[in-house]
Protein backbone atom coordinates (compact mmCIF):
# COMPACT_ATOMS: atom_id res chain seq x y z
CA UNK A 1 0.00 0.00 0.00
CA UNK A 2 1.56 2.94 -1.13
CA UNK A 3 1.85 5.78 1.33
CA UNK A 4 -0.79 9.10 -0.25
CA UNK A 5 0.65 12.73 -0.03
CA UNK A 6 -1.16 15.71 -1.52
CA UNK A 7 0.64 18.73 -1.75
CA UNK A 8 -1.34 21.93 -2.34
CA UNK A 9 1.54 24.15 -4.03
CA UNK A 10 0.76 26.62 -6.67
CA UNK A 11 4.77 27.35 -8.09
CA UNK A 12 5.45 24.65 -10.54
CA UNK A 13 9.08 24.86 -9.62
CA UNK A 14 8.57 23.97 -6.04
CA UNK A 15 6.31 21.08 -6.98
CA UNK A 16 8.82 19.84 -9.31
CA UNK A 17 11.47 19.94 -6.03
CA UNK A 18 8.93 18.14 -4.31
CA UNK A 19 8.79 15.72 -6.64
CA UNK A 20 12.06 15.17 -7.21
CA UNK A 21 13.33 14.76 -3.84
CA UNK A 22 10.29 12.37 -2.73
CA UNK A 23 11.15 10.30 -5.92
CA UNK A 24 14.78 10.40 -4.03
CA UNK A 25 13.91 9.45 -0.41
CA UNK A 26 10.85 6.79 -0.82
CA UNK A 27 9.87 5.60 -3.78
CA UNK A 28 6.93 4.10 -1.85
CA UNK A 29 5.23 7.53 -1.86
CA UNK A 30 2.20 8.59 -4.26
CA UNK A 31 2.51 12.37 -4.79
CA UNK A 32 -0.76 14.12 -5.52
CA UNK A 33 -0.66 17.55 -6.52
CA UNK A 34 -3.90 20.56 -6.12
CA UNK A 35 -2.21 23.69 -7.36
CA UNK A 36 -4.91 25.85 -5.33
CA UNK A 37 -6.96 26.02 -2.02
CA UNK A 38 -10.51 25.33 -3.64
CA UNK A 39 -8.62 22.30 -5.71
CA UNK A 40 -7.32 21.32 -3.06
CA UNK A 41 -11.01 20.99 -0.85
CA UNK A 42 -12.54 19.26 -3.89
CA UNK A 43 -9.69 16.62 -4.00
CA UNK A 44 -10.32 16.08 -0.23
CA UNK A 45 -14.13 16.13 -0.77
CA UNK A 46 -13.77 13.92 -3.58
CA UNK A 47 -15.73 16.20 -5.53
CA UNK A 48 -16.07 16.97 -9.22
CA UNK A 49 -13.05 15.43 -11.04
CA UNK A 50 -11.92 14.38 -7.83
CA UNK A 51 -14.36 11.55 -7.41
CA UNK A 52 -11.80 8.71 -7.07
CA UNK A 53 -9.25 10.34 -4.72
CA UNK A 54 -7.23 8.76 -2.39
CA UNK A 55 -7.41 9.98 1.63
CA UNK A 56 -4.10 11.73 2.00
CA UNK A 57 -1.89 10.38 4.91
CA UNK A 58 0.14 13.42 4.66
CA UNK A 59 -0.95 17.02 3.44
CA UNK A 60 2.14 19.45 2.45
CA UNK A 61 0.21 22.61 2.33
CA UNK A 62 1.36 26.07 1.23
CA UNK A 63 -0.12 29.22 3.03
CA UNK A 64 0.01 31.55 -0.28
CA UNK A 65 -2.49 30.25 -2.97
CA UNK A 66 -4.49 31.41 -5.82
CA UNK A 67 -8.50 31.28 -5.10
CA UNK A 68 -8.56 29.80 -1.72
CA UNK A 69 -5.46 30.44 0.53
CA UNK A 70 -3.97 27.97 3.01
CA UNK A 71 -4.95 29.23 5.92
CA UNK A 72 -8.34 28.95 4.58
CA UNK A 73 -7.79 25.35 3.57
CA UNK A 74 -6.29 24.39 6.73
CA UNK A 75 -8.94 25.69 8.58
CA UNK A 76 -11.74 24.25 6.68
CA UNK A 77 -9.73 20.72 7.22
CA UNK A 78 -9.42 21.22 10.81
CA UNK A 79 -12.87 22.08 11.37
CA UNK A 80 -14.17 18.72 9.23
CA UNK A 81 -14.45 15.87 11.50
CA UNK A 82 -13.39 13.29 8.62
CA UNK A 83 -10.68 15.38 7.47
CA UNK A 84 -8.91 17.01 11.15
CA UNK A 85 -7.36 13.59 11.41
CA UNK A 86 -5.22 13.62 8.51
CA UNK A 87 -1.60 15.23 9.43
CA UNK A 88 -1.27 18.73 7.87
CA UNK A 89 1.82 20.05 7.46
CA UNK A 90 2.69 24.34 6.38
CA UNK A 91 5.15 24.55 4.04
CA UNK A 92 5.81 27.52 2.70
CA UNK A 93 8.59 30.44 2.23
CA UNK A 94 6.66 32.91 4.49
CA UNK A 95 9.12 32.80 7.97
CA UNK A 96 6.99 35.42 9.50
CA UNK A 97 6.27 35.01 12.88
CA UNK A 98 2.34 35.84 12.45
CA UNK A 99 2.15 32.77 9.97
CA UNK A 100 3.95 30.43 12.07
CA UNK A 101 1.25 31.88 15.49
CA UNK A 102 -1.76 31.98 13.15
CA UNK A 103 -1.24 28.59 11.62
CA UNK A 104 -0.73 26.69 15.07
CA UNK A 105 -3.44 28.02 16.28
CA UNK A 106 -5.43 26.71 13.03
CA UNK A 107 -4.29 23.52 14.21
CA UNK A 108 -1.72 22.74 11.90
CA UNK A 109 0.32 19.52 13.00
CA UNK A 110 3.41 21.67 11.98
CA UNK A 111 5.01 24.48 10.26
CA UNK A 112 7.84 24.48 8.18
CA UNK A 113 9.67 27.39 6.06
CA UNK A 114 10.75 26.55 2.55
CA UNK A 115 14.55 26.46 2.73
CA UNK A 116 16.30 28.46 -0.53
CA UNK A 117 18.62 26.23 -1.80
CA UNK A 118 17.97 22.95 -3.36
CA UNK A 119 20.06 20.47 -1.24
CA UNK A 120 18.40 22.24 1.85
CA UNK A 121 14.93 21.54 0.47
CA UNK A 122 15.93 18.04 -0.20
CA UNK A 123 16.87 17.71 3.18
CA UNK A 124 13.86 19.13 4.08
CA UNK A 125 11.80 16.79 2.41
CA UNK A 126 13.52 13.84 3.86
CA UNK A 127 12.52 15.20 6.79
CA UNK A 128 9.33 15.10 6.60
CA UNK A 129 9.67 11.71 5.09
CA UNK A 130 11.73 10.13 8.27
CA UNK A 131 9.28 11.89 10.77
CA UNK A 132 6.13 12.05 9.41
CA UNK A 133 5.87 8.65 7.50
CA UNK A 134 8.86 6.40 9.12
CA UNK A 135 8.91 7.49 12.47
CA UNK A 136 5.29 9.17 13.58
CA UNK A 137 1.96 6.81 13.70
CA UNK A 138 -0.78 8.13 11.64
CA UNK A 139 -4.58 7.21 11.87
CA UNK A 140 -5.74 4.11 9.99
CA UNK A 141 -7.54 4.16 7.19
CA UNK A 142 -10.99 2.22 7.33
CA UNK A 143 -11.17 -0.83 4.47
CA UNK A 144 -13.39 1.26 2.31
CA UNK A 145 -10.70 3.86 1.81
CA UNK A 146 -8.14 1.60 1.31
CA UNK A 147 -10.18 -0.47 -1.67
CA UNK A 148 -10.37 2.89 -3.43
CA UNK A 149 -6.68 3.59 -3.53
CA UNK A 150 -6.20 0.17 -4.59
CA UNK A 151 -5.43 0.55 -8.65
CA UNK A 152 -2.34 2.64 -7.54
CA UNK A 153 0.33 0.88 -9.51
CA UNK A 154 3.14 0.53 -6.86
CA UNK A 155 4.30 -2.37 -5.56
CA UNK A 156 2.48 -4.31 -2.54
CA UNK A 157 4.24 -2.79 0.70
CA UNK A 158 3.07 -5.38 3.88
CA UNK A 159 1.97 -3.75 7.19
CA UNK A 160 -0.31 -0.67 6.08
CA UNK A 161 -2.37 -1.99 9.15
CA UNK A 162 -1.40 -1.46 12.17
CA UNK A 163 -1.73 -3.11 15.07
CA UNK A 164 0.34 -4.07 18.21
CA UNK A 165 1.66 -7.80 17.01
CA UNK A 166 2.74 -6.61 13.80
CA UNK A 167 5.03 -3.91 15.19
CA UNK A 168 8.11 -5.10 14.08
CA UNK A 169 6.95 -5.81 10.59
CA UNK A 170 6.34 -2.37 10.33
CA UNK A 171 9.53 -1.06 11.17
CA UNK A 172 11.19 -3.38 9.24
CA UNK A 173 8.77 -2.15 5.82
CA UNK A 174 10.34 1.70 7.05
CA UNK A 175 13.55 0.25 7.14
CA UNK A 176 13.27 -1.01 3.76
CA UNK A 177 11.42 2.27 2.80
CA UNK A 178 14.95 3.68 3.57
CA UNK A 179 17.27 1.37 1.84
CA UNK A 180 15.42 1.57 -1.16
CA UNK A 181 16.13 5.03 -1.18
CA UNK A 182 19.84 5.02 -1.64
CA UNK B 1 17.46 26.87 26.32
CA UNK B 2 14.67 25.01 24.95
CA UNK B 3 12.24 24.28 27.96
CA UNK B 4 10.50 20.84 27.00
CA UNK B 5 7.30 19.52 29.23
CA UNK B 6 6.85 15.69 29.76
CA UNK B 7 3.93 14.56 30.91
CA UNK B 8 4.35 11.12 32.28
CA UNK B 9 3.53 9.11 35.38
CA UNK B 10 6.42 6.33 35.09
CA UNK B 11 9.22 7.15 37.00
CA UNK B 12 11.18 4.20 34.59
CA UNK B 13 9.93 6.29 31.57
CA UNK B 14 10.54 9.95 32.96
CA UNK B 15 14.51 8.93 33.98
CA UNK B 16 14.98 7.23 30.57
CA UNK B 17 13.64 9.97 28.56
CA UNK B 18 15.56 12.55 30.88
CA UNK B 19 19.08 10.60 29.88
CA UNK B 20 18.04 10.04 26.09
CA UNK B 21 17.59 14.22 25.97
CA UNK B 22 20.94 14.20 27.87
CA UNK B 23 22.52 12.77 25.47
CA UNK B 24 20.88 14.14 22.31
CA UNK B 25 20.38 17.94 22.89
CA UNK B 26 22.32 19.81 25.67
CA UNK B 27 20.24 23.01 25.71
CA UNK B 28 17.02 21.08 26.37
CA UNK B 29 15.80 21.59 30.06
CA UNK B 30 13.46 18.78 30.74
CA UNK B 31 10.45 19.64 32.86
CA UNK B 32 8.19 16.95 34.70
CA UNK B 33 4.68 16.48 35.57
CA UNK B 34 3.39 13.34 36.99
CA UNK B 35 -0.39 13.91 36.23
CA UNK B 36 -2.44 15.39 34.19
CA UNK B 37 -3.79 18.25 37.37
CA UNK B 38 0.14 18.96 37.77
CA UNK B 39 0.48 19.45 33.99
CA UNK B 40 -2.34 22.00 34.02
CA UNK B 41 -1.06 24.13 36.94
CA UNK B 42 2.48 24.09 34.91
CA UNK B 43 1.57 25.32 31.41
CA UNK B 44 -1.07 27.83 33.64
CA UNK B 45 1.35 28.86 35.98
CA UNK B 46 -0.55 28.19 38.77
CA UNK B 47 0.66 27.33 42.80
CA UNK B 48 3.43 26.19 42.70
CA UNK B 49 4.22 26.70 39.55
CA UNK B 50 3.96 30.30 39.22
CA UNK B 51 7.49 30.65 37.85
CA UNK B 52 6.62 28.17 35.55
CA UNK B 53 8.31 28.76 31.62
CA UNK B 54 5.82 28.17 28.89
CA UNK B 55 7.11 24.76 27.19
CA UNK B 56 8.55 24.93 23.48
CA UNK B 57 7.35 21.23 23.46
CA UNK B 58 5.12 19.13 25.21
CA UNK B 59 5.39 15.70 25.54
CA UNK B 60 2.20 13.95 26.95
CA UNK B 61 1.50 10.65 28.18
CA UNK B 62 -2.11 9.18 27.59
CA UNK B 63 -3.04 7.25 30.88
CA UNK B 64 -2.28 9.11 33.86
CA UNK B 65 -3.61 9.51 37.59
CA UNK B 66 -6.34 12.18 38.27
CA UNK B 67 -6.47 13.55 34.99
CA UNK B 68 -5.50 11.72 32.28
CA UNK B 69 -4.06 12.69 28.70
CA UNK B 70 -7.24 13.21 26.38
CA UNK B 71 -8.65 15.50 29.29
CA UNK B 72 -5.44 17.35 29.17
CA UNK B 73 -5.25 17.30 25.47
CA UNK B 74 -8.12 18.58 25.02
CA UNK B 75 -7.83 21.68 27.51
CA UNK B 76 -4.70 22.83 25.46
CA UNK B 77 -5.83 22.09 22.22
CA UNK B 78 -8.93 24.45 23.56
CA UNK B 79 -7.37 27.02 24.64
CA UNK B 80 -6.10 29.69 22.54
CA UNK B 81 -2.77 30.61 24.43
CA UNK B 82 -1.66 26.93 24.97
CA UNK B 83 -3.13 25.67 21.68
CA UNK B 84 0.12 26.97 19.46
CA UNK B 85 2.61 24.42 21.98
CA UNK B 86 3.18 21.67 19.71
CA UNK B 87 1.92 18.76 21.94
CA UNK B 88 3.24 15.26 21.12
CA UNK B 89 1.80 11.72 22.35
CA UNK B 90 4.20 9.77 23.55
CA UNK B 91 1.99 6.47 25.12
CA UNK B 92 2.42 2.62 25.59
CA UNK B 93 -1.19 2.67 23.55
CA UNK B 94 -0.56 1.06 20.13
CA UNK B 95 -4.48 1.54 20.06
CA UNK B 96 -6.24 3.01 16.64
CA UNK B 97 -8.78 4.45 18.73
CA UNK B 98 -6.68 6.03 20.83
CA UNK B 99 -4.69 7.15 17.63
CA UNK B 100 -7.47 8.79 15.82
CA UNK B 101 -8.84 10.62 18.98
CA UNK B 102 -5.82 11.90 19.82
CA UNK B 103 -5.45 13.64 15.72
CA UNK B 104 -9.26 14.91 16.95
CA UNK B 105 -8.44 16.17 19.95
CA UNK B 106 -5.36 18.09 17.67
CA UNK B 107 -2.38 16.45 19.11
CA UNK B 108 0.56 17.61 16.67
CA UNK B 109 1.67 14.07 16.45
CA UNK B 110 1.83 10.31 18.39
CA UNK B 111 3.83 8.04 19.07
CA UNK B 112 3.91 4.74 21.07
CA UNK B 113 6.49 4.37 23.02
CA UNK B 114 9.24 1.67 21.96
CA UNK B 115 10.05 -1.64 24.37
CA UNK B 116 13.74 -1.68 23.39
CA UNK B 117 16.11 0.98 25.44
CA UNK B 118 17.78 1.57 22.01
CA UNK B 119 14.66 2.46 20.19
CA UNK B 120 13.49 5.10 22.79
CA UNK B 121 16.70 6.82 22.62
CA UNK B 122 16.45 6.90 18.95
CA UNK B 123 13.08 8.29 19.32
CA UNK B 124 13.65 11.25 21.89
CA UNK B 125 16.47 12.02 19.14
CA UNK B 126 13.75 12.04 16.21
CA UNK B 127 11.58 14.26 18.64
CA UNK B 128 14.44 16.45 18.77
CA UNK B 129 15.82 16.63 15.48
CA UNK B 130 12.11 17.43 14.30
CA UNK B 131 9.72 19.30 16.59
CA UNK B 132 13.21 21.51 18.39
CA UNK B 133 15.84 21.76 15.08
CA UNK B 134 13.65 21.50 11.58
CA UNK B 135 9.93 22.75 12.43
CA UNK B 136 9.16 26.36 13.03
CA UNK B 137 7.65 26.59 16.62
CA UNK B 138 5.61 29.84 17.97
CA UNK B 139 7.70 32.25 19.83
Same mark, same amino acid.
Given at each position: ???????????????????????????????????????????????????????????????????????????????????????????????????????????????????????????????????????????????????????????????????????? #?????????????? | ???????????????????????? #?????????????????????????????????????? #????????????????????????????????????????????? #????????????????????????????????
Amino acid at each position: MPLEVLVVEDSSGDIRLTREAFRDVNPFIHLEVAHDGVEAMAFLRRQGDHLHAPRPDLILLDLNLPKMDGRQVLALIKEDDALKTIPTVILTSSEAEADVLKSYQLQANCYLSKPMHFEAFHDLVKSINDFWLSSVRLPQKDDEEDEQESGTQVPHLRGRKRSPGMRR #NNDNDNDRRRRNAH | MLEVLLVEDSPGDVRLTKEAFRAT #NESVRLHVATDGVDAMAFLKQEGAYANAPRPDLTLLDL #NMPRMDGRQVLARIKSDESLKTIPTVILTTSTADEDIVSSYRLHA #NCYFSKPVQLEDFESLVKTINDFWLTVCQVAA
